[in-house]
């Protein structure tokens, strides 16, 4: 290691799994494994905070995490030191998202589709790694942090850091299936939940030129759903008002709202248009609800998982044209425990972010 970058990274760790109400991550620092020629390391400025950060760390027994866990997969960095085959120099300013790896052989990976490499992606933090001494990567919630220079993709001179930050998986987890099933001009787009997702949705949507919904239970987020951009919005909590106006006319519906109850052969689908697409990138714990065969008559039903490096420079080129930006608020790193709290009573409006004071 060069003299300025420590030979042991350091960052707020979760020791074992966290109480949703009461935080407790620790101090913890580790050796990060050997360092390859593809690789870099980043100063990191900051990190966003994602739903699966808390999920990963709390989810107790059920959990196949790995502790000391440090989380964090939104984020952003000067890259410090630069292996001769990682594409990066040092002084770069670059992200990473949920992604840190994969095998870059198979089918998908050959075809702009790391997200979906047959072969596992690797997790920018709990992935595994062949490495004896540091065998699950460790996440954004840190001083430093080392992975695959592919994987790490420059944020524009025209995004602050903690905008862009939350992009790389937020942004990104809408933006992707956005963009491949055809949110473009003329078509009617309805984003359903309006949080860290669902902000970002609004904006993409509408930078893709389409006719975009806010959809959100009650009216509360009616006035911010305007400023994010909405052609209209729609407070979801009388289905049978929402259905009178609106049924068959959707394109698009993008789920981004963790829902145990989904009302998807009740409400969702007969919102759709012939040929409309329900797209849902917040998977309830319960699984999908049973849906009829009848509801999907001539409509579709998708899945989507984050962005590839590819849909993360289209995606950050798209927000600099349109001037999408998240809504962040920043926290200071230190106060990581603070703000996972805060998070996890549904607190962002609508997304926070960690901030690296060292
Ligand atoms: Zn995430
Ligand atoms: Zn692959």
């Known amino acids: 290691m060069s003299a300025d970058i420590p030979a042991k990274f ?18 913890h620092a580790y050796t990060p494994r050997k360092f390859d020629d593809d690789d870099i390391i980043l100063k990191i400025e900051c990190c966003g ?11 107790g027994w059920e959990n196949h995490g790995r502790f000391p866990a440090i989380v964090g997969h939104e984020i952003v960095g000067r890259v410090v030191k630069a292996g001769p085959k990682s594409g990066h120099k040092v002084g770069d300013r670059v992200g990473y998202g949920a992604e840190c790896g994969s095998c870059r052989k198979c089918a998908n990976c050959t075809h702009d589709l790391e997200n979906y490499c047959l072969n596992g992606n690797r997790g920018t933090y709990q992935g595994k790694t062949n490495d004896s001494v540091q065998p699950f990567t460790q996440g954004g919630y840190a001083d430093y942090y080392q992975a695959s220079g592919h994987f790490a993709i420059p944020i524009p001179d025209e995004l602050d850091s903690a905008v862009a930050a939350p992009m790389l998986c937020a942004g990104v987890t809408v933006y992707s299936p956005l963009k491949r099933w055809g949110a473009s001009p003329g078509k009617k ?7 860290g997702l669902g902000h970002l949705g609004v904006q993409f949507s509408t930078a893709l030129g389409a006719d975009t919904y ?4 009650s009216n509360s987020k009616a006035a911010d759903s305007v400023k994010l951009g909405a052609t ?4 979801a909590a009388d289905k049978e008002a929402v259905l009178a106006e609106h049924r068959n006319t959707f394109d698009i519906l993008l789920v981004t709202s963790y829902q145990d109850d989904m ?4 409400f ?26 009848r509801a999907l008559f001539g409509k579709s039903l998708s899945g989507s998982l984050i962005g590839s490096p590819a849909e993360l420079r289209d995606m950050f080129k798209l927000a600099v044209e349109k001037g999408v930006t998240t809504w962040v608020e920043t926290r200071p790193m230190k106060d990581a425990n603070q703000a996972l709290d805060d998070f996890a009573a549904g607190k962002a409006r609508y997304r926070y972010v960690l901030v690296n004071d060292n």
């Open 214 to 217: 806010a959809i959100s239970h």
């Open 268 to 293: 969702y689908l007969p919102l759709l248009k012939i040929g409309g697409n329900i797209i849902i990138v917040g998977l309830p714990n319960s699984g999908l609800p049973k849906v009829p065969g």
């Open 10 to 27: 350091t960052g707020h760790a979760a020791m074992g799994p966290q109480d949703e109400n009461k935080f407790n991550l620790k101090e």
């Open 49 to 59: 905070i994602c739903g699966t950060d808390v999920h990963v760390i709390t989810c």
């Open 232 to 235: 209209g919005f729609i407070a």
């Open 189 to 195: 787009v309805g984003v359903v939940g309006i949080g």
């Open 263 to 266: 009302p998807l052969s009740d």
